[in-house]
């Protein structure tokens, strides 16, 4: 599957270009982003991989987090051991505090391939306890939860800056809801399965962001998981449609 432009995918350990296509340069970082404050973005997870933050994540359950399945998954498409994958909570600092809980196992769409159902739950092997750092988003169900186009919506991650360097404080970027042309410009292949979030020019997700979850309302709509062309591109990203995969995602709860 190939566009007229290159689709990158938001994993920092497995960063790679959708196949068929050639390689996007991923030279430009996020930019625009701002410190979140202490108590916003509480169902936020660091996830890591060899204990390196990897990917966002979502706090879906007591057990569960909320990922794209492509930052589990290696370069031979298979799903990495649970024991590699932990996921960090209750802080705004990729490095430290909060707590790490390690995978028990993972789960991923079993209908996922490069950057189709691209979302996975990591199930963990100790329960997280809510407090005023951490807590459990419920998933959207019925497409009335979703947030219309033009809605405009923050979305956080530690994905790379314009410096090149991670961040270590959690960041967040405003995004609005895209119309179903201004996604489809971008991605010829959108269907239900996704739905885009446009940015400002330099702006946006960059490598570290994937699975970075996009709350409204109080519940988890979607899952960050490729730009288009490259990070802060005059495309709209494309997010994971947490609706249209509620169902299985309910299994694992
Ligand atoms: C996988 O895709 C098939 C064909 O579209 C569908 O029938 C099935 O329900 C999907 N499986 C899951 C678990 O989503
Ligand atoms: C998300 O999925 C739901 C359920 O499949 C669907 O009704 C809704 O239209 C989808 N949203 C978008 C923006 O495609």
């Not at 519940?219 to 249209?244: K, P």
Request: net charge negative; aromatic share 8%.
């Amino acid at each position: 599957m190939c566009s007229k432009v290159n689709f990158a995918l938001l994993a920092l350990a497995f960063a790679g270009i959708v196949a068929n296509c050639q390689a996007a340069t991923l030279d430009q970082r996020i930019l625009g982003g701002e410190d979140v404050a202490s108590g916003q973005f509480t169902f936020v997870a660091s996830v890591r991989l060899d204990s390196a933050h990897v990917c966002g994540g979502s706090i879906i359950g007591a057990r569960q987090i909320l990922t794209a399945a492509h930052c589990v998954v290696d370069d031979n498409n298979q799903v990495v051991a649970a024991d590699r994958v932990s996921a960090r909570i209750g802080s705004l600092n990729q490095f430290a505090s909060g707590k790490i809980i390690y995978a028990e196992s993972i789960a991923v769409q079993p209908n996922y391939t490069y950057i189709s159902n691209d979302v996975a739950v990591i199930q963990l092997s100790s329960a997280v306890e809510e407090s005023s750092k951490i807590s459990i988003i419920p998933i959207a169900t019925s497409a009335d939860q979703a947030p219309a186009v033009g809605t405009a919506i923050s979305v956080a991650g530690w994905g790379e800056q314009s410096s090149g360097a991670a961040p270590y404080k959690l960041q967040s970027v405003a995004f609005s809801v895209a119309s179903e042309e201004e996604c489809t410009k971008g991605f010829p292949e959108h269907d239900e399965s996704t739905f885009c979030l446009a940015h400002n020019l330099k702006e946006g997700s960059c490598l570290g962001d994937a699975g970075n979850g996009v709350a409204y309302n109080n519940r988890l709509v979607g899952v960050a998981s490729f730009v288009v062309g490259a990070c802060g591109s005059r495309y709209a990203e494309v997010f994971v449609n947490v609706t249209h995969f509620a169902e299985w995602i309910q299994t694992q709860l």
